[in-house]
């Protein structure tokens, strides 16, 4: 996926996480996949 390319290339893009805690549930490409599709949708609440 080219998001996921883009992420692996560029370390700074990334977000910083602490080595110890929560591991997240999904990725920060598909985070970023579902915030485009919301914003494509016309959903820019998160309420929706």
């Given at each position: 996926?080219?998001i996921d ?8 893009l990334n ?7 929560i591991t ?25």
């Amino acid at each position: 996926m080219k998001i996921d390319d883009e992420l692996k290339t560029s370390p700074q893009l990334n977000r910083w996480r602490p080595t110890v805690g929560i591991t997240p549930k999904i990725t920060d490409a598909e985070l970023i996949t579902l915030a485009v599709m919301q914003s494509l949708l016309g959903y820019h609440k998160e309420a929706r």
